[in-house]
């Protein structure tokens, strides 16, 4: 795998894990209100919701943030440990 196409997906990946993690938090502390950050996370964190929702429905909805984080990390974890390309020396 050619090294820019590992690190577009890696980096791709980590973004939406952020993303995830910033709307459960930001979720946390100010609750459902409708604010432009509110909007803007779930704008970028709705489509890894409804693949996992889609990939997997008898998940609870409260749990398919979590799930979500999950999955990408386990994507991740395979990403690295099986396609990482060779060093140059």
């Known amino acids: 795998m ?6 577009f997906i890696n980096y791709t990946l980590s973004f939406f894990m ?3 993690l910033g709307r459960i938090l930001l979720t946390l502390m ?5 604010m432009i950050f509110t909007r803007l996370f779930q704008k970028v964190t709705e489509p ?11 998940v ?3 749990c398919v943030p ?9 994507l991740r974890l395979v990403l690295i440990i099986f ?4 060093k140059i020396h």
């Open 2 to 7: 050619n090294i820019f196409v590992f690190q």
């Open 60 to 62: 609870k909805e409260s």
């Open 48 to 58: 890894v919701y409804l693949v996992v929702r889609k990939a997997l429905p008898f």
């Open 83 to 86: 396609f990482t390309p060779p």
């Open 18 to 20: 952020w993303m995830i």
């Open 66 to 74: 979590f799930v979500s984080v999950l999955l990408i990390v386990v």
């Open 30 to 34: 100010i609750g459902n209100r409708d």
